[in-house]
């Protein structure tokens, strides 16, 4: 035999994705996630079991390698998809079909992990700096990976990844894309650039660095709702009160607020676009400095004083919406705020808008489409599976998450990556992300529509002495708890 053939007879082939990867012993494949141990084709990352009840109580650390108790001593174990392995072509039975018996109810799971060329990431970055502007390209690398969405309340938005990046572009834009997704999913730091716009450091779970800055605080609220909030508390202390905001400046004696505790009118005017008493649009700028605009000094969006209205000593706060920013002025003589030492009583406001800013964080959530070709490793009719999840009789989570199944047809979910267990996903070269995906529901439901019954094992068969476990999520629906469920006698 040519040493050629003879090297590639020692090889196994991984039938778990497209790429079908010759193994040599020893090796890994292409994703990583398979190797050739001594002829036998193995799952690197061990299968993971949500693990809930008192004994699960050594895992709050997430620290598998403390584990020593029993798995089953009348605690909850749910089977995740996270190592259990694909299956391809996709006729097959999904890796594991496990049974148990919950109270009453004999309940399968159907664990995969499914391979999703349709999915990305939905960012959530919680700052009102300036990031970029709606629908800017955002970049990985030089590689475009996705783009800026809405503005939210207090948080900008990115969409990443989705299949025209992943496979509609070039094999570079492909590769990166999914490389981003998979190391954001899997809670690494990613750095993102946005055209004509910051540098992003994004991480779940982790503060937002903008440019260089890590950031700190969440706005409290618009300008306009900072002004509702502490009207009262500002009232006793100043004159008047100017929230600077990117979305809504707020003018205290104008804003009804000030007109309800019966504060005299100011003369105190701003620039921009007046919506409604007391709250202007388009004070400055976009930008990184006050409130998420482009202010460095807060007098630059001042007017001059209505001398009709305004008079020498008036007291004149201007703060940012995080209450990071603020100065205080008095007017002189010429209706000019000059700078004023801030009474003990104003600083105190000051610190109360910061205290009501919740910590400034990255969220992301994933989504896929898992209503294609991955509905076959469940049933043989892969339409009832789709029906059975609207109808809620099949309870759908990725690795042991609560996922959101989105309205209308096909099974497209969303869930945050927080609330699975760590380094869930995996990819594979084609390239898609690999996300672990369960169904779960009552055994004569999967008889019903079509299941792969003669696969079916019982969970105690399938949590082996390397399987991974994991303690529940606190707040984290159960996937076997029956408010889950639509079936008859679910309460
Ligand atoms: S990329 Fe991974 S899953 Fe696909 S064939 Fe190679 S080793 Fe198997």
Same mark, same amino acid.
């Given at each position: ?273 007046? *919506?409604?008493? #007391?709250?202007?649009?388009? %004070?400055?700028?976009? /930008? ?5 605009? &482009? @202010?460095? $000094? ?98 759908? *989570?990725?690795? #042991?998450?609560?996922?959101? %199944?989105?309205?209308? /047809? ?5 869930? &945050? @990556?927080? $609330? ?72």
């Amino acid at each position: 035999m040519p040493d050629d053939q003879a090297a590639k007879a020692e090889k196994i082939r991984c039938d778990a994705c497209p790429v079908m990867c010759y193994i040599a012993d020893g090796k890994s494949g292409a994703c990583d996630r398979y190797a050739n141990h001594g002829g036998d084709l193995v799952r690197l990352d061990p299968l993971t079991v949500i693990q809930s009840g008192a004994q699960a109580v050594a895992f709050l650390d997430h620290d598998p390698a403390d584990w020593d108790g029993d798995l089953i001593q009348g605690n909850r174990t749910f089977v995740t998809a996270v190592g259990a392995g694909t299956t391809y072509p996709d006729y097959k039975p999904a890796p594991f079909i496990v049974s148990q018996q919950i109270e009453d109810v004999d309940m399968v799971t159907v664990v995969t992990e499914g391979i999703f060329s349709y999915c990305g990431v939905k960012v959530k970055i919680d700052t009102d700096r300036f990031i970029g502007h709606e629908r800017a390209v955002v970049r990985a690398g030089d590689e475009p990976v996705g783009h800026v969405m809405t503005s939210e309340y207090g948080s900008k938005m990115l969409s990443l990844g989705g299949v025209e990046h992943l496979t509609g572009g070039t094999k570079a834009e492909g590769r990166v894309t999914c490389d981003a997704l998979l190391r954001l999913c899997n809670r690494e730091a990613v750095e993102l650039t946005i055209d004509d716009g910051a540098t992003v450091v994004v991480q779940a779970g982790q503060a937002p660095i903008i440019d260089g800055q890590p950031e700190r605080l969440m706005r409290v609220g618009c300008g306009s709702a900072a002004i509702g909030m502490f009207a009262k508390q500002w009232q006793p202390h100043v004159d008047e009160v100017v929230v600077v905001d990117d979305h809504i400046t707020g003018v205290l004696t104008e804003h009804e607020a000030g007109k309800g505790l019966d504060m005299r009118p100011s003369g105190i005017r701003v620039n921009g676009r007046r *919506s409604t008493p #007391g709250r202007y649009f388009q %004070v400055a700028e976009p /930008g990184t400095g006050w409130g998420g605009t &482009d @202010v460095e $000094d807060p007098l630059s969006i001042l007017k001059s004083a209505d001398p009709k209205k305004a008079w020498p000593g008036l007291r004149l706060l201007m703060i940012s919406t995080t209450g990071e920013q603020w100065a205080y002025f008095v007017l002189d003589a010429d209706l000019v705020p000059q700078p004023a030492e801030t009474p003990p009583a104003l600083r105190a406001t000051a610190d109360r808008v910061a205290e009501n800013c919740e910590p400034s964080m990255c969220s992301v959530l994933f989504m896929g489409g898992a209503g294609g070709s991955l509905r076959a490793g469940v049933t043989e009719n892969p339409v009832r599976l789709t029906r059975s999840v609207k109808e809620a009789l099949t309870y759908v *989570s990725c690795g #042991g998450a609560e996922a959101y %199944v989105w309205p209308g /047809g096909g099974i497209t979910v969303m869930v &945050d @990556v927080m $609330d699975m267990p760590t380094d869930a996903f995996g990819y594979v070269p084609t390239p898609a992300l690999v996300a672990p995906i369960e169904f779960t529901l009552r055994r004569e439901d999967y008889a019903a529509l079509g299941g792969h019954l003669d696969h079916v094992q019982p969970v105690d068969s399938v949590v082996l002495p390397g399987t991974r476990r994991v303690a529940a999520k606190a707040g984290q629906p159960n996937p076997h708890a029956r408010e889950n469920y639509r079936w008859p006698g679910r309460t």
